[in-house]
């Protein structure tokens, strides 16, 4: 998205132009607007310069999980790349849209047109991949450790149970019925797994900062 400034229009084919991230803007132009001034661009062994006419949104450019890079577009008919990479928005089937792309890049003269077509959620798939597999074994072993628990308190309720079953006995013989006894068992017991609870979540919020960069459309609270 175009922040400040405008995106490149034919007008510009005759002059040297560029358009800037935020984090270029911010870093490299600190207090001013970077609008108006000049960078220099390297091809085929010499040297341009290219007057800034736009700022855009910072992009992951490097990584999924790595932060926004310096990013410098610019328009790519002074570009000499034998290959290119498109992004095309459109709200229609995705393999459509890819056939109408290598219709009109032939109709282009492009030599090799439209070799790769994948929708975008497909490559972000791909990037986070590693990190799905990842979260299932932690999801898995998570779901050991929970029914592990899950045992180690059944065995230790049914010994506070078995070791009171004389206080039971009286508190049901004075007129205590089954729900006052199992409501006292389970007050009883349940006040450790509480505790536990909180101290848990309490770790969990602290170590937020450390899992927001393993998280990807969710927060680290979450």
């Given at each position: 998205?175009?922040?400040?400034?405008?995106?490149?229009?034919?007008?510009?084919?005759?002059?040297?132009?560029?358009?800037?991230?935020?984090?270029?803007?911010?870093?490299?132009?600190?207090?001013?607007?970077?609008?108006?001034?000049?960078?220099?661009?390297?091809?085929?062994?010499?040297?341009?310069?290219?007057?800034?006419?736009?700022?855009?949104?910072?992009?992951?450019?490097?990584?999924?999980?790595?932060?926004?890079?310096?990013?410098?577009?610019?328009?790519?008919?002074?570009?000499?790349?034998?290959?290119?990479?498109?992004?095309?928005?459109?709200?229609?089937?995705?393999?459509?849209?890819a056939r109408e792309v290598?219709?009109?890049?032939?109709?282009?003269?492009?030599?090799?047109?439209?070799?790769?077509?994948?929708?975008?959620?497909?490559?972000?798939?791909?990037?986070?991949?590693?990190?799905?597999?990842?979260?299932?074994?932690?999801?898995?072993?998570?779901?050991?450790?929970?029914?592990?628990?899950?045992?180690?308190?059944?065995?230790?309720?049914?010994?506070?149970?078995?070791?009171?079953?004389?206080?039971?006995?009286?508190?049901?013989?004075?007129?205590?019925?089954?729900?006052?006894?199992?409501?006292?068992?389970?007050?009883?017991?349940?006040?450790?797994?509480?505790?536990?609870?909180?101290?848990?979540?309490?770790?969990?919020?602290?170590?937020?900062?450390?899992?927001?960069a393993r998280v990807f459309?969710?927060?680290?609270?979450?």
């Open positions: 998205r175009v922040l400040a400034g405008r995106d490149f229009a034919e007008s510009d084919r005759d002059d040297r132009v560029a358009v800037v991230s935020k984090r270029v803007a911010d870093e490299m132009f600190p207090g001013e607007t970077p609008l108006g001034k000049f960078l220099y661009q390297r091809e085929n062994g010499q040297k341009y310069r290219a007057r800034i006419i736009g700022i855009v949104e910072n992009a992951k450019a490097k990584g999924i999980e790595n932060g926004p890079p310096l990013l410098v577009y610019l328009p790519d008919w002074h570009l000499n790349s034998p290959a290119a990479f498109y992004v095309v928005r459109s709200a229609g089937d995705p393999g459509d849209i290598r219709r009109i890049a032939t109709e282009l003269g492009m030599d090799a047109p439209a070799e790769r077509a994948a929708p975008m959620m497909r490559l972000i798939d791909n990037a986070t991949e590693p990190n799905r597999w990842q979260a299932l074994w932690t999801f898995a072993f998570a779901i050991a450790g929970l029914l592990t628990a899950c045992a180690g308190l059944f065995g230790v309720v049914s010994y506070q149970v078995s070791r009171r079953t004389a206080e039971i006995g009286l508190r049901m013989a004075l007129g205590a019925t089954h729900r006052d006894t199992a409501r006292m068992v389970l007050r009883d017991s349940m006040r450790p797994v509480w505790f536990g609870l909180a101290a848990g979540a309490a770790v969990v919020l602290a170590l937020g900062g450390f899992a927001s459309v969710v927060t680290s609270q979450d």
